[in-house]
């Protein structure tokens, strides 16, 4: 039955110690419980059952959760067992519960829009991972493009790029000014810059006496970057700064493109990329970093998480024994599908222009270019997808 308590108005609903926007037009029509638990039942027809003790852990009152920093502060560990006592949905659709553990007592209140938006039921529908929009060559047509002025003082330009960098895994600002220092502004403008054994950013370039083949003007194969970190950075940032030299451009592939496709013709390559480690290793007088991880990560539904695959940081190939020649042939099938011209978007990028993409599914390569032919400098630094991520909730916080 549903209980309504209409001693309190309908009103704006009440703070959850949450500081994201939680609202839902629908409306709650039915309400039973029982001493274990509330079911909930939706105008839409969807029925949610939440469990006392996940009630009572989930209490967002004063008591239970620091006022200013929003903190859990009740240990559930240090109660008796709760049950429930009543349960009643006032007139603005705040849920009202009373529990009782031992002698204790406790009220509650929970917003209907909290409640659809953490629903656990199986029929629940869940919040998921952005889903990828898979990519080949023909990416050159719908590229993402934004405005650097546009990302760096509007918010539809920032969730432009952070959408891009979600979706298609790569986004291209334009317009960039070519001052020093710019790069790591482009990266604030999301969050704290991800530091590697490089530095917050580095500079590629030409030079002598390279500790890495990127500075050098050789081609560089298909690759994602620092795949010899336990985590690889998530997004990294490219900026062109000169670019006058013969060759040089820069070649792009969706790593989770073809990973699909090699899912679907070779399902035992697939298999053993994704489920056999490799070592990758970088070292030079200064440290010496290295980790053994799969070519391709998936999580435990088998959606696509990472590519790991750098062939100057591949280590010595790891057993047994038996796995040794099929590991090569299959790393073989896959290094062969990114090197064919389908899968790869060439660009060559301009003074001003900064490109960005997912490291752990965008590959990024070069063509060879003549060093004395011109200038060809960029700069590069790294983000974390949470700060990507965290960046996007508070737009969306602002604009609910």
């Known amino acids: 039955m549903l209980a309504v308590d209409k001693k309190h108005p309908a009103s704006r609903e009440s703070p959850m110690a949450d500081l994201a926007p939680m609202q839902t037009a629908r409306t709650i029509i039915a309400l039973e419980h029982d001493a274990q638990g509330v079911a909930l039942r939706w105008d839409d027809g969807l029925r949610s059952r939440f469990h006392v003790l996940w009630l009572r852990d989930n209490c967002p009152c004063p008591q239970c959760r620091h006022p200013q920093a929003l903190e859990r502060t009740f240990m559930f560990i240090d109660h008796t067992a709760p049950s429930i006592r009543s349960a009643t949905l006032r007139a603005d659709e705040v849920l ?22 953490h629903g656990y039921s199986e029929n629940e529908p869940r919040d998921r991972p952005c889903t990828p929009q898979l990519w080949d060559a023909d990416i050159a047509y719908r590229l993402p493009c934004i405005d650097y002025t546009d990302y760096m003082q509007t918010n539809a330009g920032l969730r ?10 790569i986004v291209l600002l334009r317009g960039v000014p070519q001052q020093p220092g710019q790069l790591l502004e482009v990266a604030r403008r999301i969050g704290p810059v991800r530091a590697s054994n490089f530095g917050e950013h580095y500079d590629v370039v030409s030079m002598p006496n390279p500790n890495a083949s990127a500075y050098t003007s ?3 194969e298909l690759h994602t970057d620092l795949a010899n970190w336990r985590a690889p950075p998530d997004v990294q940032l490219l900026f062109c700064l000169k670019s006058s030299v013969m060759g040089g451009e820069s070649v792009f592939a969706d790593g989770f493109r073809v990973a699909e496709d090699l899912r679907a013709a070779d399902q035992e390559a697939f298999n053993l990329l994704s489920t056999h480690d490799i070592e990758y290793r970088f070292h030079d007088d200064t440290c010496d970093i290295r980790t053994s991880a799969p070519v391709i990560e998936v999580d435990r539904e088998g959606r696509l998480t990472r590519i790991r695959f750098n062939n100057w940081l591949r280590g010595v190939m790891i057993g047994p024994e038996k796995l ?10 896959f290094w062969g599908m990114l090197r064919n011209p389908k899968y790869r978007r060439e660009l060559r990028l301009e003074p001003g222009h900064l490109i960005a993409y997912n490291n752990n599914r965008v590959l990024h390569g070069r063509a060879p270019f003549d060093a004395s032919s011109g200038e060809r400098h960029l700069q590069g630094c790294y983000l974390n997808q949470e700060d990507v991520d965290s960046a996007l909730r508070l737009l969306e916080r602002r604009q609910a």
Request: zero cysteines; proline letters at 2%; a neutral charge.
């Open 324 to 333: 040794i020649e099929p590991m090569y042939k299959a790393l073989a099938t």
């Open 160 to 169: 432009a790029w952070i959408e891009g960098v979600k979706t298609q895994g």
């Open 96 to 117: 009202e519960i009373e529990f009782r553990a031992g002698d204790e007592s406790h009220l509650s209140r929970y917003t209907k829009g909290w409640l659809r938006a």
């Open 218 to 220: 050789m081609g560089l």
